[in-house]
Each structure stands twice: as structure tokens, then as C-alpha cells.
């Protein structure tokens, strides 16, 4: 799949978003290494500590169905091109810190980078077992 698919199929989710309050709405695409997507958008809630951002809903959906090798995610919200926030970055990281990040003004203007680029030293409980003495 690429990118401009991906980065239409984050758009369509968008529309989706439940933004009462900040009124920034987001969806995102998550690309599975065997080649399928799933969408999400973000929802805001009075409790603000249950807000779900449209990248951990979409890549939710995939654990919660099985699949937890991503391959790439596009990103997509009403003002231009944006990145996962750093919850997101630290999430997403822990499945795929090569995951490739696909934001853009529009689906012509698309720009590319790498999880571990927009997240600098990111961790993961499994790459850090003998440090913290776990087995």
C-alpha cells in the first residue's frame, strides 16, 4: 500500500473524531506487516485522563485483533501535517520503533519518518531485561 492510500484512509477516519473540547481532530491508519489497516480517530472525553488519541485507537484495534507488526502509520488532522504525540511515540515504539510515520498538508505533500527518529531513546521492557534484572 502507499502512502498517499494510506494517508486518504486516515483522512476518511478523521471524520470520526469526537473533539468537544480542543476541536482538533485527528485520525490515523496503522499498516500491519501482513498488509492490513486499521483506522482510528481521536475522543476526547470530560474525564480528560480518558482522551484516546487516533493513533493508539487505531493501533489498539490491531493488538486487540492479533496483530501487533506494524509497518508504517499515516496521520492526518484538519490543520496540516502533524506527528504522534509523545504518549503515541512511546506506545507505538514498544510494537515497532522502525514504524514508519506518514503525515502531510495533503495527500500530494506527504513527508516520511521513522518512529525512532521523532522518538529519541524510546524503550521497551524487552530490550531492557537485564538491566532491570527481569528474565
Not at 16 to 25: D, G, K, L
Not at 47 to 76: D, L, P, Y
Amino acid at each position: 500500500m502507499d502512502n498517499k492510500e494510506l494517508f486518504l484512509m486516515a483522512q476518511k477516519a478523521m471524520e470520526n473524531a469526537y473533539t468537544p473540547f480542543s476541536h482538533f481532530n485527528v485520525g490515523a491508519a496503522i499498516l500491519t506487516e501482513n498488509g492490513e489497516v486499521y483506522t482510528g480517530c481521536n475522543i476526547e472525553n470530560s474525564s480528560f485522563g480518558g482522551t484516546i488519541c487516533a493513533e493508539r485507537t487505531a493501533a489498539v484495534k490491531a493488538i486487540s485483533n492479533g496483530n501487533r507488526s506494524f509497518k508504517k502509520i499515516a496521520v492526518v488532522c484538519h490543520d496540516g501535517a502533524v506527528t504522534p504525540c509523545g504518549i503515541c511515540r512511546q506506545f507505538l515504539y514498544e510494537f515497532a520503533p522502525k514504524l514508519m510515520v506518514v503525515t502531510g498538508d495533503d495527500k500530494d505533500n506527504l513527508k516520511e519518518y521513522t518512529l525512532d527518529q521523532l522518538l529519541l531513546d524510546g524503550f521497551r521492557l524487552q530490550d531492557n531485561k537485564k538491566i532491570i534484572g527481569v528474565d
